[in-house]
């Protein structure tokens, strides 16, 4: 069985590595806090990187009151960012594991090829049961010949149109020009078959919306706990998705 994938270890230790960031700046705010809070006109340490005379008491001190605005938006962006790569990453390690997107082409290809295989005269005998102008009146005709096709493996029109729809997910996983943020429920749901629910979706659809707003220079305020809520959320998205690509893509094709 398929462990962890590549795109979700790296989803989960970037996602982690900011939230640790977020745990030490809070653990440090208080300390530098307190320290502004002494009658002394420095501060006791010097920052990092900075030059502390660059940087005076007061300065620092009107820059504190809102930090965890800040750092809530930060998060959000961040987390974001690395969860619409994720979902661009699996696919890639996908087409990977399938042996490159020529060789993924070619396996649709080949199997394309096999739908339009000539078929037993039973068969033909069927189809042209339903090659017919669709009649409502004729609605339960065509749902017993359709049976029968379906059990000897005919394939209907909509599976014909599976090699366009491998092709159309290898150019939405390209590293440029690839999909779009927006795209994301669209390729989840219709291009790989993931059970896309009302939940998931308003939770994908809340963070982007709100990742646009900040990005875009349009100020938003928001508690540092909803931001560290949006990103457990789509932790747990990401391992659903991650657990339905093992299960249903992750499988050698071989035939």
């Not at 809530?72 to 960012?81: D, K, Y």
Request: with cysteine.
């Amino acid at each position: 069985m398929i462990g962890p994938t590549k795109a979700f270890i790296a989803y989960r230790d970037l996602s982690q590595g900011h939230l640790d960031f977020v745990v030490i700046v809070c653990h440090a705010m208080p300390a530098l806090e307190a320290d502004i809070a002494l009658p002394r006109a420095k501060l006791t340490y010097a920052p990092d990187y900075f030059k502390a005379e660059k940087n005076p008491k007061d300065w620092i001190s009107a820059r504190t009151a809102d930090y965890q605005d800040e750092l809530a938006r930060s998060t959000l962006i961040t987390v974001f960012s690395y969860f619409e790569a994720f979902v661009r990453d699996i696919l890639l390690e996908m087409i990977k594991y399938h042996g490159g997107a020529d060789n993924f082409r070619a396996l649709s290809s080949k199997r394309s090829e096999h739908f339009l295989q000539p078929i037993s005269s039973a068969t033909t005998s069927n189809k042209r049961k339903l090659q017919d102008n669709p009649s409502a009146a004729k609605r339960e005709k065509y749902q017993k010949y359709a049976r029968l096709l379906d059990k000897e493996g005919f394939r209907f029109p909509t599976d014909l149109l599976a090699k366009f729809g491998a092709r159309l997910l290898l150019e939405k996983a390209r590293e440029k020009g690839g999909m779009r943020a927006w795209e994301i429920p669209h390729i989840l749901e219709d291009g790989l078959l993931f059970p896309l629910d009302a939940k998931d979706r308003a939770l994908f659809e809340d963070v982007r919306n709100l990742r646009n707003k900040i990005a875009h220079g349009r100020p938003h305020k928001m508690p540092l706990k909803d931001a560290l809520r949006y990103a457990s959320e789509l932790h747990t998205f990401a391992a659903k998705i991650e657990r339905h690509m093992i299960e249903h893509f992750f499988v050698i094709q071989a035939v």
